[in-house]
């Protein structure tokens, strides 16, 4: 029943700027434990792009973007959005918004958006 909803994605020339949103809806009735952003560009593996937790509001950021990528979280919402700055044509990919959700007895459930495409010209 939850649904992740991802916008934001487009063409730009290397140097711009884009930001994601994704917002959350259905029946969340468990709390949320993080949010985050992945990527997967043609031919690679899904990585880590930036991940918001709730517990202790700490973001982590893989290297290749810390410095130019902000993630941040509206709670009130259960939504997530990424600013990304200075974008290079290696950050080229279908971007997935990624959400963890506690269940009881400490497990966890995920869910993905469907993907929005970015696209950084040189």
């Known amino acids: 029943q939850v649904q992740l909803a991802e916008s934001g994605g487009g063409l730009v020339q290397a140097g711009g700027s884009l930001r994601l949103s994704c917002i959350a809806s259905?029946?969340?009735?468990?709390?949320?434990?993080?949010m985050g952003w992945y990527r997967q560009a043609p031919g690679k593996q899904r990585e880590m792009v930036a991940v918001?937790?709730?517990?202790?509001?700490?973001?982590i950021y893989a290297e290749a973007v810390k410095g130019r990528f902000t993630i941040s979280r509206d709670n009130a919402k259960t939504a997530v959005y990424l600013q990304m700055d200075s974008l290079k044509p290696e950050d080229t990919a279908i971007y997935y918004c990624?959400?963890?959700?506690?269940?009881?007895?400490?497990?966890?459930?995920?869910?993905w958006g469907k993907g929005t495409l970015v696209t950084v010209s040189s």
């Open positions: 990624n959400l963890h959700l506690w269940q009881v007895g400490g497990q966890t459930e995920t869910h």
């Open positions: 259905g029946s969340i009735i468990f709390s949320v434990k993080d």
């Open positions: 918001a937790v709730t517990r202790d509001r700490s973001t």
